[in-house]
């Protein structure tokens, strides 16, 4: 089963729900704190040096789970130490506050903490929160990061956005987040990756038929259909690169290769004829035609032939590249069999030519394209990504990636990449990503969805990342697709 994402209106309607049925707010806030007691009663065991424990309190209910979980934990045997603000009125807080002070949990009523804990636990703020923290708040929040030991965050780092991912201008870096009742979307997305840590689920109480998820985190292992023992070339599909401006030759030699190593049968790049002898000294396997020798008839025929086009890696920004693409663009998107990918300067010229695209087409722009293609700003891509993809698929039709840290996708729901790492932040990442969505496009059609490819190229990351972050390259992804496909999906391949 998939795991669910939900907006924090959604999951604080669902809390109300339950509390209308009767059932105890203050005991729903014990129930969260014992479970998150108990866990970290399992990690501070294995690590043998956590002790004593610091935990920050704000003045809402996240406080009260804090309050609750320091007189857990200390019953557990470990020195806790609160730093609290001044309570607000909930009643709920007021029962978690007398409970850690009856059973005399020292209360510190600063935040002038010195820095000899082994581990600082954030109760500040909860989901709620959505306007920029007041100077005070920043520098709380920053001296919290500034201490040693590891740092843990009960239900969204304090200073983060529960729904877009950006610090309210900044945020709890943790090593650990514990998302009470339901996933929230920040916690994946946009800079959000970088405060949150590892994210682990506390379920406390069952689900509801109002419940509505705003996403889902797209799963990490993909099985890919095995291939048959009497397959060939042709049945493995037939992709066309169409871009290579006479001054970008590599983009489209990626994203060729990437389609190689994804198991695509046959391979044509249609490019400037200056890059053929690169090309072919390098992958002698892939097919050429010369953009500026081919005729209408001649595009038609070839179009026919295939299974898959990615256009727009290397076209270029000039008139000889919008030429291009007022020449290619009609003709696929009017072509109902084949699955078409949209990248990189074919995003330049939709923007500056928008149409509805078919429905088996795939856009994959970074935050900078998104914003062209939305004329807006990419701050206001990035202050709310989820929105921005919503937006250009009511724009434009079609299935979309947004990239990024948590790359979001977007078919007939959205889903969220978890895989993927910051060395893949590199020049030509998306020619590769390009090249494999139409090679698995052209293989599996309707038997392989969007998100699943998304991450398979973010696995294919990862494992390249095993020997370090910095320095890795697009152009040494092919390895790592090939292993991917084989080993996260076609584990059995006996062609």
């Known amino acids: 089963m998939h795991s669910q994402v939900y907006h924090s209106h959604e999951i604080q309607a669902w809390e109300a729900r339950w509390f209308q049925q009767q059932n105890s ?37 996240n406080a009260g789970d804090g309050y609750c979980l320091a007189k857990y934990l200390q019953d557990l045997g470990y020195k806790i130490t609160i730093f609290a603000a001044e ?155 169409v871009g290579g401006h006479a001054e970008m030759g590599g983009a489209v030699m990626m994203a060729a290769e990437s389609a190689f190593s994804a198991g695509a049968g046959k391979v044509t790049i249609v490019c400037d004829a200056k890059h053929h002898t690169a090309i072919l000294a390098r992958s002698p396997n892939i097919m050429l035609r010369d953009i500026n020798a081919l005729s209408d008839s001649e595009i038609d025929d070839l179009i026919q032939l295939v299974d898959a086009v990615s ?3 290397g076209l270029g920004r000039d008139t000889w590249a919008e030429q291009q693409f007022l020449k290619w663009f009609p003709k696929i998107n009017q072509t109902t069999h084949l ?24 856009l994959t722009p970074h935050p900078g394209e998104a914003a062209k293609l939305l004329n807006c700003c990419v701050k206001q891509i990035e202050t709310d990504r989820i929105a921005a993809i919503k937006k250009l698929q009511e724009k434009y039709a079609g299935q979309w990636v947004l990239k990024g840290a948590g790359s979001l996708i977007l078919d007939d729901q959205l889903w969220i990449c978890t895989a993927g790492n910051a060395g893949m932040g590199t020049g030509g990442m998306g020619d590769v990503l390009a090249g494999m969505i139409a090679s698995l496009k052209a293989q599996f059609y309707e038997n392989i969805q969007l998100h699943q490819i998304v991450t398979l190229h973010a696995l294919a990351g990862d494992y390249l990342a095993e020997k370090g972050q910095r320095g ?20 059995s391949d006996k062609t």
């Open 25 to 61: 707010s203050f005991g729903l806030m014990q129930q969260v704190a014992w479970s998150i007691a108990q866990r970290l009663d399992a990690i501070f065991s294995s690590q043998d040096k956590i002790q004593q424990v610091a935990i920050w309190c704000g003045s809402g209910n």
């Open 339 to 362: 699955q078409i990918v949209l990248d990189a300067d074919a995003l330049w010229f939709l923007a500056e030519h928008p149409v509805k695209v078919n429905e088996n087409t795939y």
């Open 472 to 491: 890795l390259q697009a152009h040494h992804m092919n390895d790592a697709v090939y292993y991917v496909v084989n080993h996260c999906g076609e584990s």
């Open 87 to 241: 309570r607000g009125q909930s009643a709920d807080l007021a029962k978690a506050f007398q409970l850690a002070h009856t059973h005399q949990v020292e209360i510190q009523h600063h935040f002038k903490t010195e820095n000899h804990f082994d581990c600082h636990i954030d109760a500040l703020f909860g989901i709620g929160l959505n306007r920029d923290l007041d100077m005070i708040w920043q520098e709380i929040i920053e001296n919290f990061n500034a201490q040693s030991g590891l740092k843990i965050a009960i239900d969204v780092p304090s200073g983060l956005n529960a729904n877009t991912g950006q610090p309210l201008p900044t945020a709890v870096k943790a090593d650990l987040t514990y998302s009470v009742l339901g996933l929230k979307a920040g916690l994946f997305t946009g800079q959000g990756k970088e405060f949150s840590g590892k994210v682990e689920l506390i379920s406390a109480i069952p689900t509801d038929d109002e419940l509505q998820k705003i996403a889902e985190l797209s799963p990490n292992f993909i099985t890919l259909p095995q291939r048959q023992a009497f397959g060939h070339k042709g049945s493995y599909g037939h992709v066309l690169v």
């Open 311 to 313: 256009l727009g890696m």
